[in-house]
Nanobody, 125 residues
Framework: QVQLAESGGGLVQAGGSLRLSCAASGRSFNDYVMAWFSQAPGKEREFVAG????????DYADSVKGRFTISRLNGLNTVYLQMNSLNPEDTAVYYC??????????????????WGQGTQVTVSS
């Protein structure tokens, strides 16, 4: 089992940047594919970015390609999401998630066994 804790959210103006962190504890972090999802009010949770165990495979939602960067430091049991050129449509609660079974990041939330509590990102226009 693994526990996940996100941090780094906040209020930022359009065009600004934020870096989210997700610290994992419990079972070996290297065993998990990690991902970030977002959920805006009244909308379903959706995939943002995912990274394989060794960071050899990375996937992004089309809406964030070129603006967001996912990375991980296995030695620190942490996954990051660098978010640049933020716009109001990025406003959401951002969750990190861990998948023990898959060999690559999956876009469907059903594949992820563990979730953090989420961190709010608000982008003002």
């Amino acid at each position: 089992q693994v526990q996940l804790a996100e941090s780094g959210g906040g209020l930022v103006q359009a065009g600004g940047s934020l870096r989210l962190s997700c610290a994992a504890s419990g079972r070996s972090f290297n065993d998990y594919v990690m991902a970030w999802f977002s959920q805006a009010p009244g909308k379903e949770r959706e995939f943002v970015a995912g990274i394989s165990r060794s960071a050899g495979i990375i996937d992004y939602a089309d809406s964030v390609k070129g603006r967001f960067t996912i990375s991980r430091l296995n030695g620190l049991n942490t996954v990051y999401l660098q978010m640049n050129s933020l716009n109001p449509e990025d406003t959401a609660v951002y969750y990190c998630a861990a998948d023990f079974s898959s060999g690559r990041p999956r876009r469907e939330s059903v594949h992820y066994e563990y979730w953090g509590q989420g961190t709010q990102v608000t982008v003002s226009s």
